[in-house]
């Protein structure tokens, strides 16, 4: 009797393990779509219209609001199975995109995380759709900040390639990490880093924040 129980036990707790597995990697996965389309729709020669957003993300796009020709859409995905059983801090990754006359002008990728269950912190990037953008702007800048700093960054859908890649490179393992993210270093390691003494700095060289102008920048 007391074999069969161990046993029922240990095939319970063998399903719960390949279950939490499966939808990690389905986070993961999900994720990393999500960023990409990001890029991806970066790469276009046209501005993105609501119809290729709505061609990626299907059922998983939200209109949250409309006023007049301008609209909020979104795109969110969060990890609570896991913070609900303590595996991973609560940590939820939102694509916002604002549209206007059925064009997208901004997608902002906001991705945020619980710290020590005291505080959020969140990096986010917003790019501007629009011909000639080609600014890159990051906060905070210098070597000298706290560490429970949040992140942000704009940068214009015309900006160098490699800049563009480089403020994508989200860490969408902190979704699933065990333990989570502490820090923006966590969240988007390509453009900060942790010092010795424990303050957050840019690695992207930069003029007080900005990176890139735009062409017709005065």
Not at 30 to 38: D, M
Not at 71 to 88: K, P
Not at 111 to 129: A, D, M, P
Request: glycine share 6%.
């Amino acid at each position: 009797m007391i074999r069969r129980f161990i046993a029922a036990v240990a095939v319970l707790a063998l399903i719960v393990c390949e279950s939490i597995l499966l939808y990690s990697y389905l986070l993961s996965k999900r994720a990393r779509f999500i960023v990409g389309t990001t890029y991806q729709l970066t790469q276009q020669k046209r501005i993105p219209t609501v119809e290729d957003i709505r061609e990626r993300f299907g059922s998983g796009l939200r209109l949250d609001e409309c006023s007049g020709s301008v609209c909020l859409y979104s795109v969110v995905l969060s990890n609570r199975v896991l913070a609900v059983l303590h595996v991973v801090p609560d940590t939820e990754m939102q694509s916002y995109f604002w549209t206007r006359d059925g064009a997208v002008v901004r997608n902002m990728l906001n991705y945020t995380t619980e710290v020590n269950r005291r505080y959020r912190l969140f990096s986010h990037v917003q790019i501007s759709f629009c011909k000639g953008c080609q600014i890159v702007a990051v906060h905070p800048w210098d070597a000298a900040s706290r560490l429970d700093t949040n992140g942000l960054i704009e940068i214009g859908s015309d900006a160098s390639d490699q800049s563009r890649r480089t403020v994508l490179s989200i860490n969408t393992g902190c979704l699933t990490r065990f333990g989570g993210c502490r820090s923006v270093v966590d969240l988007l390691p390509a453009v900060w880093s942790q010092t010795a003494d424990g303050k957050i700095a840019c690695v992207i060289k930069n003029d007080q924040g900005l990176v890139e102008k735009s062409k017709n920048w005065p």
